[in-house]
């Protein structure tokens, strides 16, 4: 079993939809959660970064964590076609460098 | 435009070819990453340099070398490749160790031949 899993889609959804992406874990070690978002070509780029459970919200992005279930997701509302690209989401343990990865969601949004 | 710098930003290069890739920060991050990826999958750890000093190799084949001059700038030394590492390479960094999130360059995009 992976220690992160997400499911790598496609997603395709019309402008405008609330999209949500998900990913679970099982190391219960885990304590800091990132979603990056990754255009063709391009490096992963920050979204969100969050410590504890409960939501974070930045703009139309909504980070939830539920540590009690080993289980994040990430909401996007009023989705635009410029948020087609991978997401990726990413977890650590409090100590140490290991990044911890899941495969990546392709998000599509058509106009 | 990312604050993690790299370049070149596509390279290509013969089996026999010695080439460095670069990296560059100025965030006063003192904890500096590579990464390779391969298409559709996750970003995978190379090395990982602290306070300048190499503190995870994880089991890279030595005709990849890594090196960081300073606390800004990282280096990947590349000598013999294979077709198959051929990939994108990403650089990170991060402004400690542990309890931060890595800030990635735009990477490049390697092809052996």
């Known amino acids: 079993q992976k220690e992160v899993e997400q499911d790598p889609g496609p997603l395709s959804v019309p402008e405008g939809a609330i999209v949500s992406l998900n990913c679970t874990y099982s190391n219960s070690a885990f304590q800091y959660f990132m979603w990056y978002r990754q255009y063709s070509r391009k490096g992963p780029e920050l979204l969100m970064y969050t410590y504890s459970s409960g939501n974070k919200e930045d703009g139309r992005f909504t980070a939830q964590v539920d540590k009690s279930s080993k289980y994040i997701s990430l909401f996007i509302r009023d989705s635009q076609p410029s948020d087609s690209a991978t997401y990726l989401c990413a977890m650590m343990i409090n100590t140490g460098n290991q990044f911890y990865f899941g495969t990546g969601t392709s998000l599509t949004v058509i106009p | 435009d990312t604050e993690v710098t790299q370049t070149p930003k596509h390279l290509v290069m013969g089996m026999t070819n010695k080439k460095s890739l670069k990296c560059e920060q100025h965030?006063?991050?003192?904890?500096m990453y590579w990464y390779k990826q391969k298409a559709k999958k996750p970003p995978e750890l190379m090395f990982v340099y602290s306070y300048e000093k190499l503190s995870i190799n994880e089991s890279v084949p030595s005709r990849f070398s890594p090196e960081c001059p300073n606390s800004s700038l990282l280096n990947l030394h590349l000598h013999a490749l294979q077709p198959e590492d051929s990939a994108l390479y990403l650089c990170a960094s991060s402004p400690r160790e542990g309890g931060s999130p890595l800030h990635f360059g735009n990477g490049t995009r390697l092809t052996v031949t």
């Open positions: 965030m006063g991050h003192r904890a």
